[in-house]
């Protein structure tokens, strides 16, 4: 049985297309057995060697497409060549005269050349698919080799979300073997968490991107691995359109980002840590330098006064320091606590005014305010935040003496801007100063001291009280930075 699925699958042309391996010998030797077969049916069974003809046309037309579907041109050719010299023997051999053996020569050239017309047509076209059929293949070898040698994890499915390629990092990044017939959308095979949350297989970046044509650009899913491995993935996902823009197939890369995430919250542990440290003697610092300032001014030493007054702005300034390391501590571990009341945003504003006036006699800050505006917030934290949005404005416009403050009501929101007319930021640095830790590094921004954590303990303090920040800036002729906060619903 096996043997004849075999000879079955050999001789099945449909079974070869794509292989180009055209065979001479397998027509050449079915087209003479053929023809032998049929000399001794018509000699020995059917006693009449004249009905040849006819049997042999349906035959040979036969024989020629299959084997010019099967060898191409080469086995139509030779089947071909087969039938010809079959039919001058024909002609030969049954003393075809006169008349007769002009029209027999005259049938055989026509036939011949039809029949070597069938032959090359098929042929071709059978060669034609094949080098297709090759060139596809090709190409999936060459996406499959691309795939396996990248450094990250991929997987690419069909339209319908059933999984095509993945790789060996993708595997290791899971922790396990990925099974033929997944579909994403429908199969879950590792518990995966999103900001906290568990999602479910809808819910997976290859299914999210499929259902609704959006992208994932750099985010991050943590998997719980069953060797008890936490593992922190990033993942960007696209679509692949085909040639009339329908969606043929989507992509996922997965980068393991657990030892980066590692990295930083040791990092995190660290700072948390040595700002603690730092906080006790600090205080102390300070308690003592205003002791001896009180001992000084009884002494009424005027040196000693001034020199104590510089050490007590610096440790405020250290102070300061510290206090913004724990917050951004605080807010990398998800400690930062709010204690939130409603409260007046326009006196915050003006208190908060008032008091760098009293510091800076420098500048001028103008408020452009619109009444009372009431918000449910934590009053400190924004009073925190326009104390950067202002000490900045003030850093960074050295020689400038204008500053703007206004706020007004939108819809359900209120609006703060800060403006100054100072060095302003690049546009492609608007973004980034939000940032941990991002400061501008061109030369005339290196010289402002600073540590790049203000905007950023900002932005998330107004991003917890569902508000948003921004920046509208240009180089060399200013910034201003706006906040928005819901109105308090009273
Ligand atoms: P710091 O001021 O301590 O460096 P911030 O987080 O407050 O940190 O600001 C981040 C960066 O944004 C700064 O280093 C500065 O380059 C830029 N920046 C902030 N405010 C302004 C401003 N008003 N004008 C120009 N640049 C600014």
Not at 119 to 128: F, H, P, R
Not at 470 to 489: A, D, I, M, Q, R
Request: net charge positive; proline share 2%.
């Amino acid at each position: 049985m096996k043997t004849l699925y075999k000879i079955i699958h050999y001789l099945n042309p449909v079974a070869r297309l794509g292989k180009r391996q055209y065979s001479v010998f397998l027509p050449l030797f079915v087209s003479i057995f053929v023809s032998v077969t049929l000399e001794c049916y018509v000699y020995f069974v059917l006693h009449d060697p004249n009905v040849v003809g006819l049997y042999a046309i349906f035959l040979y037309i036969g024989l020629i497409i299959f084997f010019s579907f099967r060898d191409g041109v080469r086995g139509g050719f030779t089947a071909t060549a087969v039938t010809i010299v079959y039919y001058f023997y024909i002609i030969y051999t049954r003393h075809h005269q006169g008349q007769q053996l002009i029209t027999s020569i005259e049938t055989t050239i026509i036939l011949g050349i039809l029949y070597m017309f069938l032959g090359g047509v098929i042929g071709w076209l059978k060669q034609t698919i094949d080098k297709l059929i090759e060139k596809e293949a090709d190409e999936r070898r060459r996406l499959q080799t691309i795939i396996q040698q990248l450094p990250v994890g991929i997987v690419i499915t069909d339209n319908q979300g059933r999984v095509q390629h993945s790789n060996k990092q993708l595997e290791s990044i899971l922790g396990i073997k990925l099974q033929k017939d997944l579909v994403a959308g429908r199969d879950i095979i590792i518990p995966v968490k999103h900001n906290g949350k568990e999602i479910n297989a809808s819910q997976t970046p290859l299914a999210y991107t499929l259902a609704t044509g959006k992208p994932i650009t750099d985010k991050e899913y943590v998997i719980q691995r069953s060797d008890s491995k936490k593992v922190h993935m990033n993942i960007n996902t696209s679509l692949i359109h085909g040639q009339r823009g329908r969606v043929i197939a989507a992509a996922a890369i997965v980068n393991d980002i657990t030892q980066q995430k590692e990295l930083e919250s040791r990092k995190d542990d660290f700072v948390n840590m040595a700002s603690h440290e730092l906080k006790t003697p600090v205080t102390s610092l300070k308690l003592y330098s205003s002791l001896l300032k009180k001992h000084l001014e009884k002494l009424q030493d005027e040196k000693g006064i001034k020199t104590i007054i510089s050490i007590n702005q610096q440790t405020e300034r250290l102070q300061d320091l510290i206090n913004d390391l724990l917050d951004v501590s605080r807010l990398q571990t998800g400690k930062l606590m709010f204690t939130k009341e409603n409260f007046r945003l326009d006196l915050v504003i003006r208190e908060t005014i008032a008091g760098l006036k009293a510091a800076s006699k420098k500048q001028e800050i103008k408020y452009k305010g619109t009444g009372a505006v009431a918000i449910f917030g934590d009053k400190f934290r924004i009073y925190q935040v326009l104390t950067n949005l202002l000490t900045n404005a003030m850093k960074y416009s050295p020689e400038h003496e204008k500053i703007i403050v206004q706020i007004r009501k939108e819809d359900k929101k209120v609006i703060v801007s800060v403006q100054d007319f100072g060095i302003g930021i690049a546009k492609d640095q608007q973004k980034k100063v939000f940032d941990r830790l991002y400061q501008v590094t061109e030369p005339k921004e290196k010289t402002f001291p600073g540590l790049g954590m203000g905007l950023y303990i900002s932005k998330e303090i107004i991003k917890r009280h569902r508000g948003t920040i921004w920046v509208e800036s240009e180089k060399g002729k200013g910034s201003t930075f706006y906040f928005s906060l819901p109105l308090s619903k009273k």
